[in-house]
């Protein structure tokens, strides 16, 4: 079969541009209604995406009392919630949701996802996050966020024993033999016995077996040690690269780590976040978008700029009209930070324009134009090694959404770069990849004996 592209809606709020709210054609609501996420999901299900993506914040952006006065950041719905209320209103979409585990426990973690899969008939990913803000950290008795190098041990370890839960049964534990009395084979069940530097797990899991063979274990870190953790166990990567190049980088690299654990380089789907603004020609795209860019307050987008870096670099001491210095480094988001060096160096960008670039894509991937402008740039990403598919970051909802769906859907299904119809029921159907019942030997987690009854 001709390989085809992913697509994955990232649904947040009114729409990704910082000024998302302010356009006529959103609804901004601070509860965040549910028949909004829902309308957005159904438009992603029509045009037979693979997932839509539930971001999360633990906290409201007060770091910045420009950014939680001036968006629509301030709230967000807990995504297990919702995404428990999209899995009994739509029927073959997939749904990702953000946990994070440098606050939550592992345990919770993979029962919380693995009762969602179960809910949902096998459609459901977990995104790993490590958070990235103080605000996060002082929600759950830290007085700082923990360091980097830190936060990706804890995340490390927190995968192992999330994957380790989902594979305490056996697919066939449950004999349920009316006729004999046994209903649970007890050789089939599986203690984690769990004993590790942040986490000591018992186990199983009491949450029966995944309809899709394991729920779909998705990352999002681009650091190094983020990448190493993809490689070992994501299925998924939504991935932050605005040029082409740093794609193919971060490509190669990626699934060039995979040998190591034992895993061919199609067991991972690496899709970027796009932000894509199109129109029937290219003209009326631009003007769509320069219209949002107009509704940005320069203050906002200093504000935009300064909470990608972190609160550990003073945007403050750097005039505007000069370059990002290339010297800077942070504790916060590493891969950010990296992209705005990137836009700097080859768009000869200053600190003022770094601003109105922050409130559009935030260094993810963007593009303005036609269907076939648009296509073209996927496209191009797609067979040249830099992406899987894409995460669509749609500038404003729904409208946003719609255009994508009515307009370059079309474009890419005529040249062959997407399915025409769903071929299975589950989200591991819809990305290609295997059960992963077979990938047992992949990971590096020391599963106890099965439990036998005492003497």
């Keep these: 079969m001709t390989r085809q592209m992913g697509l994955g809606l990232f649904v947040l709020n009114t729409g990704h541009h910082a ?9 901004p609501d601070p509860t965040i209604p549910f028949r909004n996420v829902l309308a957005l999901a ?43 209320a999209l899995a009994v209103r739509t029927d073959r979409i997939g749904i990702v949701i953000t946990q994070n585990t ?54 490390d370890e927190f995968a192992e024993v999330v994957l380790g839960l989902w594979r305490s049964w056996d697919p066939d534990a449950f004999s349920v033999d009316r006729a004999s009395g046994q209903y649970l084979d007890l050789a089939k069940m599986r203690y984690l016995n769990h004993q590790g530097a942040h986490f000591q797990v018992r186990g199983p899991l009491n949450v029966a077996p995944s309809p899709q063979g394991l729920p779909v274990m998705v990352q999002a870190g681009g650091s190094p040690p983020g990448r190493e953790l993809a490689a070992r166990v994501a299925d998924m990567v939504y991935s932050v690269q605005g040029g082409i190049d740093s ?33 029937p020609t290219r003209a009326e795209a631009e003007d769509k978008y320069a219209r949002l860019q107009d509704l940005v307050d320069p203050a906002l987008g200093l504000a935009f700029l300064q909470g990608l870096l972190g609160p550990d670099i003073d945007l403050s001491r750097y005039p505007l009209d000069e370059p990002l210095p290339d010297d800077l480094t942070t504790n916060f988001g ?50 040249t090694g830099a992406a899987d598919g894409f995460n669509l970051m749609p500038a404003t909802n729904p409208g946003g959404v719609r255009d994508f769906v009515d307009l370059v859907v079309p474009e890419l ?31 590096r987690v020391e599963v106890g004996d099965s439990w036998q009854p005492k003497a």
């Design 19 to 27: 000024a998302s709210w302010r356009d006529p054609d959103t609804t």
């Design 42 to 84: 159904q438009i992603a299900e029509r045009g037979l995406f693979d997932a839509v993506f539930l971001a999360d914040s633990a906290a409201s952006p007060d770091s910045s009392t420009v950014v939680l006065g001036r968006t629509d950041r301030a709230t967000f719905i807990e995504p297990s919630t919702m995404a428990a």
């Design 102 to 155: 440098t606050y939550d426990q592992p345990y919770h973690v993979a029962r919380r996802v693995a009762a969602l899969d179960q809910l949902s008939g096998g459609r459901i990913g977990c995104n790993l996050v490590t958070g990235v803000s103080e605000s996060e950290a002082r929600n759950f008795n830290h007085a700082s966020m923990p360091g980097h190098a830190e936060r990706y041990r804890r995340a």
């Design 247 to 279: 794609g193919r980088e971060f490509y190669a690299d990626l699934k060039g780590r995979m040998a190591a654990y034992g895993r061919a380089p199609d067991q991972l789907k690496i899709m970027p976040g796009l932000l894509a603004v199109v129109a």
């Design 334 to 383: 590493v891969t950010q930070l990296a992209l705005l060096k990137e836009a700097t160096l080859k768009g000869g960008m200053t600190l003022r324009q770094l601003t109105r670039f922050a409130t559009g894509a935030r260094g993810h991937l963007f593009m303005c134009g036609s269907p076939a402008d648009v296509v073209d740039g996927m496209e191009e990403r797609f067979t």
């Design 413 to 443: 299904q005529r040249r062959g770069l997407f399915r025409t119809a769903y071929a299975g029921a589950t989200l591991r159907a819809h990305l290609g990849l295997a059960g992963g019942g077979e990938m047992a030997s992949e990971l």
